[in-house]
């Protein structure tokens, strides 16, 4: 059984039809690429699985759970599926520690002297400790990048959602964000990622996705999909890019 089942999802903005019956699995401790061009509708689909936009048709489970449709316990939802955006959205206001315990003190109730502890674990992780009690415009694209990953694990989330987190990073910056998320992988967390990094998709993918007006038009493990591509529009499409 998958860990994450999509099934049948539609999604529609108005008349417009973005999701048109998106079918997608996620095994516990994969990580799966989602490809496509711009508009096809990636961040929808991830921002759809969190429950932070609604869906017209189909089902998606998390666990055997169904977290799509009415009834469903958003904050527990948001609890397991941690979701990171190519903007870092960091509360400006917010130190960085700030940042990282708000959520485990509001959400989780957990108290401040635990959060504070965690989240130090966490920022020694990543090398920022130092950077606790700094504000998020002191610190540098790729830093801020790193505490919104790390933000988003201090609720011990069973999924993780990355949207293109490395498209709004100057170059240099993107290989401090990948080596987390290399890490992550290699650590086991099960996740799904949108992103347009193919030499990375290619090393951590467990499987590759490729969505294309509304559906996954292809799918497979990444050196079938980038090396021998089925579909005319797949091979389109890794042309334009590669
Ligand atoms: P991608 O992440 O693959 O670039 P998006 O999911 O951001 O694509 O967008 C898919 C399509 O849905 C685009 O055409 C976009 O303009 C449209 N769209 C996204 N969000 C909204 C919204 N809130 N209202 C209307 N249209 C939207
Ligand atoms: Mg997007």
Redesign the pocket.
């Known amino acids: 059984m998958a860990f994450l089942e999509i099934k049948g999802v539609h999604k529609e903005?108005?008349a417009?039809q973005?999701l048109r019956g998106v079918n997608l699995d996620v095994i516990e401790h994969q990580v799966v690429c989602l490809i496509?061009p711009?508009?096809?509708?990636?961040?929808?689909?991830l921002r759809c699985i969190n429950g932070l936009e609604k869906i017209q048709g189909g089902e998606i489970r998390l666990e055997d759970d169904r977290v799509s449709g009415p009834g469903i316990d958003g904050d527990k939802l948001r609890q397991n599926v941690g979701i990171v955006f190519q903007s870092f959205n960091l509360f400006p206001h917010m130190s960085v520690i700030e940042n990282v315990t708000l959520a485990p003190t509001k959400v989780l109730k957990m108290s401040r002297v635990e959060a504070e502890a965690k989240a130090m674990v966490l920022l020694k992780r990543i090398g920022l400790e130092a950077k606790a009690r700094e504000y998020p415009d002191r610190l540098s694209g790729g830093q801020q990048q790193r505490v919104a990953i790390v933000r988003a694990l201090a609720m011990e989330p069973k999924l993780m959602l990355l949207d293109e987190i490395t498209s709004a990073l100057d170059p240099e910056l993107v290989s401090e964000v990948l080596n987390i998320v290399r890490d992550l992988a290699k650590q086991g967390m099960t996740m799904l990622l949108?992103t347009h990094e193919m030499g990375f998709a290619k090393e951590v993918a467990s499987k590759v996705c490729f969505?294309y007006e509304g559906v996954v038009h292809e799918e497979g493990p990444p050196a079938q999909i980038f090396g021998d591509p089925k579909e005319e529009r797949t091979r389109a499409f890794l042309k334009r890019i590669i």
């Open positions: 903005f108005g417009f973005v496509g711009s508009g096809c509708g990636k961040s929808t689909l949108a969505l």
